[in-house]
């Protein structure tokens, strides 16, 4: 499998369950251990090991290897390793207190691959049909069934002194 298949597939795997903030680092220049570095997101730890989980399937269904998971147990951090790519699924928490983001700052930021995927899908689904608004209808003067109280009232003779 090719790194670019590779990490294509991994992105779109994230994206299936809803992975926030992926970050694409090439880190070839830093480390010859790995040449992608994947960052994603998820709200709970229920949605990082789906999340992780659903990578790691997606890769071996592509023809890929994982060679290893990490944290699942936890939950708030996980490690995907697959070769070339490594994958880090985080709570936002944990992201934020780790931020590996700066740790491999010399890294060069990719654009998702998913950006010309989103865009090739948006071409290739039919465009939504409009609907014509109903055509108005005359507004009937809505009549209230009780009448002004006042103007029913009369004054009595009787009440005058």
Do not use: C
């Amino acid at each position: 499998m090719t790194l670019t298949k590779l990490v294509k597939t991994i992105v779109a795997a994230l994206e299936e369950i809803k992975a926030r903030d992926v970050e694409v680092l090439d880190v070839t220049k830093i480390t010859a251990l790995f040449d992608r570095m994947i960052i994603a997101s998820g709200d709970s730890t229920r949605q990082t090991k789906a999340i992780a989980n659903n990578v790691a399937e997606s890769v071996k269904a592509a023809g890929g290897t994982v060679y290893g998971m990490e944290g699942e147990q936890n939950g708030e951090w996980i490690l995907v390793d697959l070769g070339d790519v490594l994958v880090h699924v985080m709570q936002v928490a944990v992201r934020v207190h780790y931020n590996l983001e700066e740790l491999w700052a010399e890294g060069i930021k990719i654009n998702k691959a998913s950006a010309r995927l989103a865009r090739s899908k948006a071409t290739a689904e039919p465009p939504a049909v409009k609907r014509r608004a109903a055509p108005a209808k005359a507004k009937a003067k809505a009549v209230s069934p009780v009448k002004n109280k006042a103007a029913k009232t009369k004054p009595d003779s009787s009440d005058e002194v």
